[in-house]
């Protein structure tokens, strides 16, 4: 190998082994915390520096090593998990001032945030085992941040033998699909099922796959420990929440080619992530504390972003993976804001809704919904997805029982009917953007989809 092929080599590999490094030397003190955070965000900038120039000008201009490929995707993801990780640790080091153990903290921050951002790159099974076990890892000593809460000692427990287990069959889906390609290189993969199909052994690998996915994303049967861990610091629950069980989302799109060829892997992921969305969607509506319905709603949100890759609705379900990280980013670290609001919400009352405009709603946000699909000429997503939409903001336009000083029904409903054109207008103009993504939506697994949803529905009202 040339000089010029081992440089570009070791500038894409040098900025995660000088973020370990320097982790390394935070958990010993060996470095003034704010100094090493300061130098971490500079190296994940230049990684993702790196993991542009290969998406835009070509491999070639910036070849990175074997067993890492940056997509357009990974790359959005990238920028996205560095912003959410500086903001996470600039309030971290409000949140935690005084705090003993300081360093311990960033250090495993630190790791967390490198291992995604290689999670992000993986192009080869050995990569992608080996990054998302370094999350978990890394994420055990920030659950455990707290040693005298013991509630939340027990359910950082119960997560450790998730991702062993998800380890596991992750693992097994490796060796599995390892042997019928004779590569670990997932490039390798696609290509082999584009050429041949799937065999026995890798729709093994696909199921084994979809429940070390189900294990990682804390769907029901196995959301237990998602719940029991909110005792963990307020920036770790937002890191949790907005970042690592994301994840799943992500490599079930980085999958969608073993997805698209294996019914049975596609089928358990849609009964999983439907019945988690509905169930958890429920339950959330029951919590009181301001962190446990939080955590209720990352299961129910992660329950429709797996459905929706079951479904082959990848862009939406990236979208969703952006939207709901934000999200959920703000949500946490603004708890306290939220619980002020809900009081103030409680001391002026909550008015009965109009059992008209409960049946009216869903017809009238359905007819929007698909009118502007038509109108648009965009073919984002089926018919069946619309109506989906539909129902989701339909809440939308439910009316208040009408009190004295109330807007009219009419203003209501106009000013109802306008978020829901807006909400529309922009999923369509964001199901455009450019990250690399082809759709292939199952046409009768949608139906069942909308039928579920429908009940789901039904249940709110």
């Given at each position: 190998?040339?000089?010029?092929?081992?440089?570009?080599?070791?500038?894409?590999?040098?900025?995660?082994?000088?973020?370990?490094?320097?982790?390394?030397?935070?958990?010993?003190?060996?470095?003034?915390?704010?100094?090493?955070?300061?130098?971490?965000?500079?190296?994940?900038?230049?990684?993702?520096?790196?993991?542009?120039?290969?998406?835009?000008?070509?491999?070639?201009?910036?070849?990175?090593?074997?067993?890492?490929?940056?997509?357009?995707?990974?790359?959005?993801?990238?920028?996205?998990?560095?912003?959410?990780?500086?903001?996470?640790?600039?309030?971290?080091?409000?949140?935690?001032?005084?705090?003993?153990?300081?360093?311990?903290?960033?250090?495993?921050?630190?790791?967390?945030l490198a291992a995604v951002q290689l999670l992000l790159v993986a192009d080869h099974w050995v990569v992608l085992v080996a990054a998302w076990a370094a999350v978990g890892a890394a994420l055990q000593p920030l659950l455990c941040f707290y040693p005298?809460?013991?509630?939340?000692?027990?359910?950082?427990?119960?997560?450790r033998i998730a991702d062993r287990v998800a380890d596991g069959l992750l693992l097994c889906a490796a060796a599995l699909a390892w042997l019928e390609v004779g590569s670990g290189s997932l490039s390798a993969l696609w290509a082999h099922i584009d050429r041949e199909g799937l065999s026995v052994a890798l729709q093994c690998s696909a199921v084994?796959?979809?429940?070390?996915?189900?294990?990682?994303?804390?769907?029901?049967?196995?959301?237990?420990?998602?719940?029991?861990?909110?005792?963990?610091?307020?920036?770790?629950?937002?890191?949790?929440?907005?970042?690592?069980?994301?994840?799943?989302?992500?490599?079930?799109?980085?999958?969608?080619?073993?997805?698209?060829?294996?019914?049975?892997?596609?089928?358990?992921?849609?009964?999983?992530?439907?019945?988690?969305?509905?169930?958890?969607?429920?339950?959330?509506?029951?919590?009181?504390?301001?962190?446990?319905?939080?955590?209720?709603?990352?299961?129910?949100?992660?329950?429709?972003?797996?459905?929706?890759?079951?479904?082959?609705?990848?862009?939406?379900?990236?979208?969703?993976?952006?939207?709901?990280?934000?999200?959920?980013?703000?949500?946490?670290?603004?708890?306290?804001?939220?619980?002020?609001?809900?009081?103030?919400?409680?001391?002026?009352?909550?008015?009965?809704?109009?059992?008209?405009?409960?049946?009216?709603?869903?017809?009238?946000?359905?007819?929007?919904?698909?009118?502007?699909?038509?109108?648009?000429?965009?073919?984002?997503?089926?018919?069946?997805?619309?109506?989906?939409?539909?129902?989701?903001?339909?809440?939308?336009?439910?009316?208040?029982?009408?009190?004295?000083?109330?807007?009219?029904?009419?203003?209501?409903?106009?000013?109802?009917?306008?978020?829901?054109?807006?909400?529309?207008?922009?999923?369509?103009?964001?199901?455009?953007?450019?990250?690399?993504?082809?759709?292939?939506?199952?046409?009768?697994?949608?139906?069942?989809?909308?039928?579920?949803?429908?009940?789901?529905?039904?249940?709110?009202?």
């Amino acid at each position: 190998m040339s000089v010029s092929e081992i440089l570009p080599t070791a500038g894409a590999l040098a900025p995660i082994s000088l973020m370990l490094a320097a982790a390394g030397l935070a958990r010993v003190g060996a470095v003034p915390t704010d100094w090493l955070w300061r130098g971490l965000q500079v190296l994940s900038w230049t990684a993702l520096l790196c993991a542009g120039v290969s998406v835009w000008l070509g491999p070639d201009a910036l070849p990175l090593p074997v067993g890492l490929q940056a997509t357009t995707l990974g790359l959005v993801l990238g920028v996205l998990v560095q912003l959410l990780g500086t903001v996470i640790g600039a309030f971290s080091a409000r949140y935690l001032q005084g705090e003993p153990g300081q360093r311990r903290y960033v250090a495993s921050l630190a790791i967390v945030l490198a291992a995604v951002q290689l999670l992000l790159v993986a192009d080869h099974w050995v990569v992608l085992v080996a990054a998302w076990a370094a999350v978990g890892a890394a994420l055990q000593p920030l659950l455990c941040f707290y040693p005298d809460r013991a509630f939340a000692q027990l359910a950082a427990h119960k997560k450790r033998i998730a991702d062993r287990v998800a380890d596991g069959l992750l693992l097994c889906a490796a060796a599995l699909a390892w042997l019928e390609v004779g590569s670990g290189s997932l490039s390798a993969l696609w290509a082999h099922i584009d050429r041949e199909g799937l065999s026995v052994a890798l729709q093994c690998s696909a199921v084994a796959l979809v429940l070390a996915v189900v294990l990682r994303t804390a769907l029901l049967p196995v959301h237990g420990w998602l719940i029991q861990v909110m005792e963990a610091p307020t920036p770790v629950s937002a890191l949790l929440h907005a970042g690592v069980v994301n994840l799943g989302g992500f490599v079930l799109i980085r999958f969608a080619p073993l997805l698209e060829a294996a019914p049975l892997a596609r089928t358990l992921l849609l009964v999983f992530g439907l019945s988690t969305a509905v169930l958890a969607g429920m339950v959330m509506l029951t919590r009181v504390s301001i962190k446990v319905r939080l955590a209720w709603s990352t299961v129910a949100q992660m329950g429709f972003m797996v459905a929706e890759c079951a479904l082959g609705l990848y862009q939406l379900a990236a979208l969703h993976l952006i939207g709901h990280s934000l999200y959920k980013a703000h949500a946490f670290l603004t708890a306290s804001s939220v619980v002020r609001q809900t009081r103030w919400q409680d001391l002026l009352g909550r008015a009965d809704i109009r059992p008209a405009s409960l049946a009216a709603a869903p017809l009238l946000t359905v007819g929007t919904v698909l009118a502007l699909s038509w109108l648009s000429g965009l073919e984002a997503w089926p018919w069946w997805w619309s109506v989906v939409l539909g129902l989701a903001w339909a809440p939308l336009l439910w009316l208040p029982k009408a009190a004295p000083d109330s807007p009219s029904c009419a203003a209501q409903s106009a000013a109802g009917l306008l978020m829901v054109t807006g909400l529309t207008g922009a999923a369509l103009l964001l199901h455009m953007l450019p990250l690399g993504l082809a759709d292939a939506p199952q046409q009768a697994s949608g139906v069942a989809a909308l039928l579920v949803l429908a009940a789901l529905y039904l249940g709110l009202v």
